[in-house]
């Protein structure tokens, strides 16, 4: 099995924003605790999805997407899904936050909708479920915690032989994994503590029309949680599925 200092993770973005998709693979770094150099990003809008990429990696992670929805249907999406159904049929690790919890959702057969009544901006409580509580991963979180989000899109359907982990006190399916294999996707952004989701949040701020009064903005900004225990998700799920399998 690889050691944490040598694993070799592959990160799949779909940004068009150059700072930002440097920030995302910088998060995704803090989070899982490894070196820059452990990183390879491929972009899905300009480079080629070959599967054999992913010979070269020991685990998957699928950020987000503020420019695009998880509904779509862009010239590299079926691209896109195809490559993450690869990845399961490999048994690959694999985890997705916030649009990429989304369209591995969608590529294993959930459904995913846009929901603006039902969006989540800002930071928010979570709630185990019974699975959630007695699953390897999550099972050592408290029962109720804190998680920093940004969305409209959502699951409404899992994927079958999909299991519910997380749910909101306004939905469910926040986070949840594929039966018994290492994917697991979370609507929150676990790669994003409060500082990272304010840099976030400056640039897709006019994704969000609830976001464009000044003192909303502002009292939103103060509101996110600095740390929660979702800071050290990413990192669980490397020890448990990669490194520990």
Not at 28 to 33: A, Q
Request: include cysteine.
């Amino acid at each position: 099995m690889p050691e944490l200092a040598n694993l070799r993770i592959l990160l799949i973005q779909a940004r068009n924003t150059e700072d930002i998709r440097t920030q995302e693979q910088e998060c995704f770094r803090e989070h899982c605790r490894v070196r820059a150099d452990q990183i390879v990003a491929v972009k899905v809008q300009s480079d080629p999805l070959d599967a054999n990429m992913l010979n070269h990696a020991d685990v998957v992670m699928i950020g987000g997407a503020g420019e695009y929805s998880a509904t779509g249907s862009y010239p590299w999406m079926q691209a896109t899904l195809d490559l993450i159904r690869r990845m399961a049929d490999r048994g690959i690790p694999v985890f997705g936050s916030c649009w990429g919890h989304q369209v591995i959702a969608r590529a294993l057969g959930g459904r995913v909708i846009h929901d603006s009544d039902l969006a989540e901006i800002g930071c928010g409580p979570m709630m185990l479920t019974e699975a959630g509580k007695k699953d390897p991963v999550f099972g050592n979180f408290p029962e109720r915690f804190l998680a920093n989000m940004g969305h409209h899109d959502r699951v409404s359907e899992l994927p079958p032989g999909a299991v519910e982990l997380v749910v909101s006190e306004t939905q469910g399916n926040q986070a949840f994994r594929m039966g018994d294999a290492p994917i697991y996707g979370t609507q929150f952004h676990s790669e994003l503590d409060a500082r990272r989701m304010r840099e976030r949040f400056r640039v897709y701020r006019k994704n969000y029309p609830e976001l464009a009064d000044e003192e909303t903005f502002q009292a939103l900004q103060e509101t996110l949680a600095e740390t929660t225990e979702v800071d050290h998700l990413l990192h669980d799920f490397l020890l448990e599925t990669v490194i520990g399998k």
